[in-house]
């Protein structure tokens, strides 16, 4: 199926990402629809564990293709991001032919075989029915020069390798980017992306996404945990929980067999919600019933 | 609505007035937008508004004008008349970024602090510095003399054309920032690790034996600096002078500048500008609180919770500059604190206070603070801006953590 076939409005993406587990509310769904058809790169920023990393998955596992997904840290460069050179092979080679007497030419030496193909140019090389998802996460994290490089990729969809000459894309793959703000992103680099920031979902979406996520837990902890998981984030906590925290929550406690939320159970199980000792004093300060019930 | 032939002007034409509101659209993403609108053929509203959304803003904070626009635009029209009112106002302002801060209520929480009686920026903004036309006249001599008059002279008892001056010399104040260890390697002559793939590459040339090894060391990166000043009515008459720090900060160093009263607003953006007026105004612009009340703990606290826990604070130097009176809390100053230094590399404080000789850090929110601060200085003159000046140079090395200051608290 086309592209076209596949998402022909919001809506549809809509239904098709919650067939595989993931519940995209409109505006998030509009934003997936226009990077998939204009097709533009699409920024996504929101609180850590609202789902921005979890948002490209599961396009990527709808759309059946592979998702590519590149990390970004501090000091990245193109040999990490883009190509690199097979440097122990291309030596062991000139070792074998010399043993061997047989001749080598320096071209033969720049060949695909001794290419490592990195996240982007495995994106722009991908070809299937459908284009590739790349994922490009926490791209702030990345140097700004690192930035200027990638809107230059992201805008020609193509890579110029100088030995093998311009690979381009056949069809260029579907960019997702996200962002925690620790920085300002370049403008060049919003120039060219679509924007949409997550929020977190309200109490009744959110339960939706944790029993879509953990269907062996039962209706009533999957409430109590997402209700729960509000009341904590109302606290004035260090690190408020998201959904992520809730679906850990929620297997933490079905694993130890935490059937109904309550006072014990959220003792036994606190550590998977609040990660730092204040937020956990706050919490006790508040009282474990309260958190259990409200 | 596909069908429209004049569907690209309306698309265009929105986008103008959300421009003019202040987000800043390009034709570029007005041509979005229209695709945007032809690709998903829109029923609803609801589905136009998510599609201009995504296509046409660009941050976080611009959504609450959009909005504004949107409901403007396409939703009751009775309103239309009282916000065109607002708006042609701010049109007559010439620049649009000060219409917001004015129309939009500031997010002031309420409880009590300081009231918005500051509002008026103009007070607290310097009448901005003449450019360097009165520089350029004047002979180098003059300059020199002029500047030995003001070195020592306190920030609060400055004439007008002394102020002028300072703020000229405050701006080109030289940012030498500290160092840290980066992550990046670079080849180095002798010292560091062996590289091993340029090492195997350049015994290509001595038939695959490696006779000369490359070395790389790590490269060192200048560390990020925060400048934080209180710019509430107790610090006014410093805060016209350390507002030019900031962007001689900002500009020289790429530092980081915020300002608080009552609460945080983030200034880097305003004050890199080339333009000096329009970086000051803009500067006044965005933070609405000038000369407002104190609340330290409150800002220091979304200082850390917005940007500092996210990564900004981490490793950083950080320069606060605030007399410590604080009108809230003073626990939740030093809770915050204790959370800052753990973040932070190296936290400066400068109290232009200090300087006089009655001082004795006893104000509440200066108390609670100090046991967190690594380095307390006055900064209440030039001269003293120069301690402040080496504080920052300094502050690359690990020292250990405030013991300096809490023995000056406890003598």
Not at chain 2, 306 to 332: K, N
Not at chain 2, 396 to 411: M, Q
Request: aromatic residues 6%; charged residues 25%; hydrophobic residues 40%.
């Amino acid at each position: 199926m086309s592209l076209a076939e596949l998402v022909p409005s919001p809506e549809a993406l809509a239904d098709r990402l919650e067939s595989c587990g993931y519940l995209a509310d409109e505006g998030l769904a509009t934003a997936l629809f226009c990077a998939v058809r204009l097709p533009q790169p699409l920024l996504l920023e929101g609180e850590a564990g609202v789902g921005k990393t979890q948002a490209a998955k599961s396009l990527a596992q709808m759309l059946d293709t592979p998702l590519i997904r590149l990390q970004c840290f501090e000091g990245i460069d193109a040999s990490e991001a883009l190509y690199e050179w097979n440097y122990p092979r291309q030596l062991l080679s000139i070792r074998m032919a010399e043993t061997q007497g047989a001749s080598l030419d320096e071209a033969s030496l720049f060949e695909r075989d001794y290419l490592i193909e990195r996240p982007l140019l495995q994106a722009i090389e991908h070809d299937g029915p459908n284009p590739a998802v790349l994922l490009i996460d926490e791209v702030d994290r990345a140097d700004e020069e690192f930035e200027a490089f990638l809107f230059e990729m992201l805008a020609e969809s193509a890579v110029t390798v100088p030995e093998i000459g311009t690979i381009e894309a056949r069809q260029p793959p579907i960019v997702i980017l996200t962002s925690n703000r620790t920085r300002d992103l370049h403008d060049a680099l919003k120039r060219r992306c679509l924007y949409h920031w997550i929020d977190y979902p309200d109490l009744e979406q959110a339960t939706a996404i944790v029993r879509a996520r953990v269907p062996q837990a039962s209706i009533e902890l999957t409430q109590q945990v997402a209700g729960a998981v509000e009341r904590l984030r109302g606290l004035d906590v260090q690190k408020p929980p998201g959904v992520a925290e809730a679906i850990d929550w929620v297997h933490a406690a079905s694993l130890l067999g935490v059937v109904e939320l309550d006072e014990d159970g959220v003792e036994r199980t606190l550590s998977s919600v609040l990660k730092y000792r204040e937020d956990q004093d706050l919490a006790r300060a508040e009282g474990l019933s309260w958190v259990a019930s409200g | 609505m596909a069908s429209s032939a004049d569907l690209p002007a309306i698309c265009t034409a929105f986008g103008d007035l959300l421009h003019q509101a202040g987000v800043p659209v390009t034709p570029e993403r007005s041509a979005r937008f229209t695709t945007s609108v032809v690709l998903a053929e829109p029923t609803s509203l609801h589905e136009l508004y998510w599609l201009g959304r995504v296509t046409l803003t660009t941050a976080h904070d611009q959504y609450e004008t959009y909005d504004r626009v949107f409901r403007q635009v396409f939703r009751g029209l009775v309103d239309i008349a009282d916000i065109r009112g607002d708006a042609a106002e701010s049109d007559e302002g010439g620049s649009p970024a000060p219409a917001l801060p004015g129309e939009a209520p500031a997010p002031d929480t309420g409880d009590g602090g300081g009231g918005p009686e500051g509002r008026q920026g103009s007070g607290a903004t310097p009448g901005a510095i003449d450019s360097d036309a009165d520089a350029d006249h004047a002979s180098a001599l003059a300059a020199v003399s002029a500047r030995e008059r003001v070195n020592d002279k306190e920030f609060s008892t400055l004439t007008d054309e002394e102020l002028r001056l300072i703020q000229r010399l405050v701006e080109q104040l030289p940012f030498v920032p500290p160092l840290r260890r980066g992550r990046r390697t670079r080849r180095h002559r002798k010292a560091g690790d062996i590289d091993i793939r340029a090492t195997l590459r350049r015994a290509h040339r001595s038939a695959g034996d490696p006779v000369q090894m490359v070395h790389r060391k790590r490269t060192t990166n200048p560390r990020r600096i925060i400048l934080i000043a209180d710019v509430s009515g107790s610090m006014e008459p410093y805060a016209r002078i350390y507002l030019h720090l900031l962007r001689g900060a900002v500009r020289a160093i790429k530092a980081e500048a915020f300002v608080f009263a009552t609460h945080l607003t983030r200034l880097t953006r305003q004050l890199s500008t080339n333009h000096t007026d329009v970086a000051y105004r803009q500067a006044a612009a965005a933070a609405n609180d000038w000369s407002g009340g104190t609340r330290i703990g409150v800002a220091l606290r979304s200082f850390v919770e917005d940007f500092g826990r996210r990564g900004m604070a981490r490793g950083a130097v950080i320069v606060i500059v605030s007399d410590g009176w604080e009108s809230d809390r003073p626990e939740l100053l030093a809770e915050t604190m204790e959370r800052l230094s753990r973040l932070a590399h190296h936290i400066i404080w400068v109290n232009p206070r200090k300087a006089a000789e009655s001082f004795e850090p006893l104000t509440g929110g200066m108390a609670a603070a100090l046991p967190y601060v690594d380095t307390f200085l006055s900064g209440h003159s030039l001269r003293a801006l120069q301690d402040v000046m080496d504080a920052i140079s300094e502050a690359g090395d690990r020292v250990e953590r405030s013991t300096r200051a809490r023995a000056r608290l406890a003598s």
